[in-house]
């Protein structure tokens, strides 16, 4: 486990300011760059410890000298730094690149269509996150190679490595039931794709929305949704805080809230707080992601570690497989790993 005092050291800041950082204190007066500083760095630490890097097997794929590669990001910049599991995505990427001496260029959302010459420039691009089918096209024309990370497209027509959070969601479901949980809440968002909105569109609702309702635990005033897109920081722990003070007026109160996201869980910590609750001790709260705030939060969360390095070097991977020759598509399932802490009861 990184501590706050190495991610500290590392940026040439005090390690308060790195706690107030990590914990999204709206109070704290920092530059842009030395907030992104201290994000990055916490997540690149994470990166290269032991645990994340425990089970690699085999060389990096060979791939052509000196390519040039293109990552397109459905994010803009400022949503990435907002959300450091995707910052763990494209640092797997750089990493495999800088293994295999390959060059990158980095294109977010908002300037993927300004200039489709960077895209028809380089040898492949690797496509980061959920992309409509209108844009899936569109880059499909631009007549490069494509492997898409942390997103499966709907028509099997290009590599993919991701993970399956309809399993994921349901075993870490099995084991909160296996803990003694019985009233499970759940907040999130609806679906936001191709233009349309899915109420119970998103992996991880739908997964426990057939979870509950197979176990014959399922109860609508539990699962409370919003209408928010991949947007800033703020948005998702004021989200967070807003849905989780929704489920704290259901009675009887759940025995556990379980977030779609570790930033929300940020903001229902809060809520909980106010209502002058304790967490683990009136009632547990387990999220998704496991950015590296998870285990500094008080007490640490319980967070599904979603392997974001692992896919992007995998990414990077298929990529140089495809333009070493192999013709066929192959999509890649990195599983999830439950990381257990203080703030609910792990299985037996």
Same mark, same amino acid.
Not at 55 to 76: C, D, K, S
Not at 168 to 192: N, P, V
Not at 292 to 313: K, M
């Given at each position: 486990?990184?501590?706050?005092? @190495?991610?500290?050291?590392?940026?040439?800041?005090?390690?308060?300011?790195?706690?107030?950082? *990590?914990? &999204?204190?709206?109070?704290?007066? #920092?530059?842009?760059?030395?907030?992104?500083?201290?994000?990055?760095?916490?997540?690149?630490?994470?990166?290269?410890?032991?645990?994340?890097?425990? !089970?690699?097997?085999?060389?990096?794929?060979?791939?052509?000298?000196?390519?040039?590669?293109?990552?397109?990001?459905?994010?803009?910049?400022? @949503?990435?730094?907002? =959300?450091?599991? &995707?910052?763990?995505?494209?640092?797997?990427?750089?990493?495999?690149?800088?293994?295999?001496?390959?060059?990158?260029?980095?294109?977010?959302?908002?300037?993927?269509?300004?200039?489709?010459?960077?895209?028809?420039?380089?040898?492949?691009?690797?496509?980061?996150?959920?992309?409509?089918?209108?844009?899936?096209?569109?880059?499909? @024309?631009?007549?490069?190679?494509?492997?898409?990370?942390?997103? $499966?497209?709907?028509? @099997?027509? %290009?590599?993919?490595?991701?993970?399956?959070?309809?399993? +994921?969601?349901?075993?870490? *479901?099995?084991?909160?039931?296996? +803990?003694?949980?019985?009233?499970?809440? %759940?907040?999130?968002?609806?679906?936001?794709?191709?233009?349309?909105?899915?109420?119970?569109?998103?992996?991880?609702?739908?997964?426990?929305?057939?979870?509950?309702?197979?176990? !014959? *635990?399922?109860?609508?005033?539990?699962?409370?949704?919003?209408?928010?897109?991949?947007?800033?920081?703020?948005?998702?722990?004021?989200?967070? &805080?807003?849905?989780?003070? +929704?489920?704290?007026?259901?009675?009887?109160?759940?025995?556990?809230?379980?977030?779609?996201?570790?930033?929300?869980?940020?903001?229902?910590?809060?809520?909980?707080?106010?209502? !002058?609750?304790? #967490?683990?001790?009136?009632?547990?709260?387990? /999220?998704?992601?496991?950015?590296?705030?998870?285990?500094? $939060?008080?007490?640490?969360?319980?967070? $599904?570690?979603?392997?974001?390095?692992?896919?992007?070097?995998?990414?990077? =991977?298929?990529?140089?497989?495809?333009?070493?020759?192999?013709?066929?598509?192959?999509?890649?399932?990195?599983?999830?790993?439950?990381?257990?802490?203080? /703030?609910?009861?792990?299985?037996?």
């Amino acid at each position: 486990m990184v501590t706050i005092k @190495e991610i500290a050291k590392a940026v040439g800041v005090s390690s308060a300011t790195v706690s107030r950082v *990590l914990n &999204y204190d709206p109070a704290l007066s #920092i530059s842009p760059a030395k907030r992104q500083a201290v994000i990055e760095t916490a997540e690149a630490l994470n990166y290269a410890t032991p645990r994340s890097r425990k !089970g690699q097997v085999g060389a990096p794929v060979a791939g052509p000298a000196q390519a040039r590669l293109a990552i397109v990001h459905f994010l803009q910049s400022t @949503e990435e730094l907002a =959300d450091p599991y &995707y910052i763990g995505v494209r640092l797997g990427i750089e990493a495999r690149c800088r293994e295999i001496k390959a060059e990158i260029v980095q294109i977010f959302h908002a300037d993927m269509e300004a200039d489709p010459q960077v895209l028809q420039s380089v040898a492949g691009t690797i496509v980061i996150g959920k992309q409509s089918d209108d844009r899936i096209d569109w880059l499909a @024309e631009q007549g490069r190679p494509l492997v898409f990370a942390d997103f $499966l497209p709907p028509r @099997e027509r %290009f590599d993919a490595v991701h993970c399956d959070l309809d399993t +994921a969601t349901r075993r870490m *479901l099995d084991a909160l039931k296996q +803990a003694g949980y019985r009233r499970i809440a %759940f907040i999130g968002s609806h679906e936001h794709l191709n233009g349309e909105t899915q109420r119970f569109g998103e992996r991880r609702c739908r997964a426990y929305i057939d979870w509950m309702t197979t176990e !014959g *635990l399922f109860d609508p005033a539990l699962l409370v949704l919003g209408d928010f897109c991949n947007s800033g920081q703020n948005l998702r722990l004021e989200a967070g &805080y807003a849905l989780a003070q +929704a489920v704290l007026a259901v009675t009887p109160r759940p025995e556990i809230l379980m977030t779609a996201n570790d930033n929300m869980a940020i903001g229902a910590y809060r809520a909980i707080r106010e209502a !002058g609750l304790s #967490i683990a001790g009136d009632i547990s709260v387990v /999220s998704f992601n496991d950015i590296p705030v998870a285990q500094f $939060l008080s007490p640490p969360l319980s967070s $599904l570690r979603i392997q974001g390095e692992h896919i992007g070097e995998t990414a990077v =991977d298929l990529l140089a497989e495809r333009l070493a020759g192999r013709g066929y598509v192959k999509t890649v399932t990195i599983p999830a790993a439950m990381q257990w802490r203080e /703030s609910c009861r792990p299985p037996a």
